[in-house]
């Protein structure tokens, strides 16, 4: 089992930064991809970013330029830089982990909110 907490959410003003981070605990050997995804009001969930464990990323076209994605193994933690933000961005940002056997494993979300 692995758990994730996150942190990091907000008000912001259109063109702010903020940074969200996520810690895992508890199986942490088992932990491959870590990334985010959002679900905005009567949208479906969304993939934003991942990172795998030898540091490849990948970012949704939405946020390419915009949001960069790390992780520091030592700490079992990801962290999401959303910089230019915009009110279209405003969702709840999930932290999302992917064990070598394909076991997801979601945070409890955290809201970001951008405002015009």
């Known amino acids: 089992q692995v758990q994730l907490v996150e942190s990091g959410g907000g008000l912001v003003q259109a063109g702010g930064s903020l940074r969200l981070s996520c810690v895992a605990s508890?199986?942490?050997?088992?932990?491959?991809?870590m990334g985010w995804h959002r679900q905005a009001p009567g949208k479906q969930r969304e993939l934003v970013a991942t990172i795998t464990s030898g540091g490849s990323t990948n970012f949704a076209d939405s946020v390419k330029g915009r949001f960069t994605i790390s992780r520091d193994n030592a700490k079992n933690t990801v962290y999401l830089q959303m910089n230019s933000l915009k009110p279209e961005d405003t969702a709840v940002y999930f932290c999302?982990?992917?064990?070598?056997?394909?076991?997801?494993?979601w945070g409890q979300g955290t809201q970001v909110t951008v405002s015009s």
């Open positions: 508890g199986s942490t050997f088992s932990i491959n991809t």
């Open positions: 999302n982990v992917r064990t070598i056997r394909n076991v997801n494993y």
